[in-house]
């Protein structure tokens, strides 16, 4: 499976623990107990850096909500996630 596609099953499936998103795809995909083991952690560590995002987010956000304050904060915003994603993964390689 590649990175991008469990990142997406991820992110979607907020509802759910680490556990349950690996135990699911360990059914549905065959992994070896170690596999899964593996798989867990990079789950888990998917999860870690959703949080960290969202903590950047929202500790960026502007306490005065000027128009001006807002206007930055989208403007900052938007050039992180454009350099994220214009950002060569190794998955690509």
Same mark, same amino acid.
């Given at each position: 499976? %590649?990175?991008?596609?469990? =990142?997406?099953?991820? =992110?979607?499936?907020?509802? #759910?623990? @680490?556990? #349950?998103? %690996?135990?699911?795809? %360990?059914?549905?995909? &065959?992994?070896?107990?170690? #596999?899964? /083991?593996? /798989?867990?952690?990079?789950?888990?560590?998917?999860?870690? =850096? #959703?949080?960290?995002?969202?903590?950047?987010?929202?500790? @960026?956000?502007?306490?005065?909500?000027?128009?001006?304050?807002?206007?930055?904060?989208?403007?900052?915003?938007? &050039?992180?996630?454009? +350099?994220?994603? +214009?950002?060569? &993964?190794?998955?690509?390689?």
């Amino acid at each position: 499976m %590649a990175p991008s596609v469990m =990142a997406k099953i991820v =992110a979607k499936r907020t509802g #759910e623990t @680490s556990d #349950e998103i %690996a135990d699911d795809l %360990a059914s549905r995909y &065959s992994w070896t107990p170690e #596999e899964k /083991r593996n /798989r867990i952690n990079i789950i888990r560590g998917m999860r870690a =850096a #959703e949080r960290n995002l969202c903590m950047n987010i929202r500790r @960026s956000l502007p306490m005065r909500r000027r128009q001006s304050d807002i206007e930055e904060f989208l403007g900052k915003l938007d &050039s992180d996630f454009r +350099a994220s994603e +214009a950002h060569d &993964s190794d998955e690509f390689l």
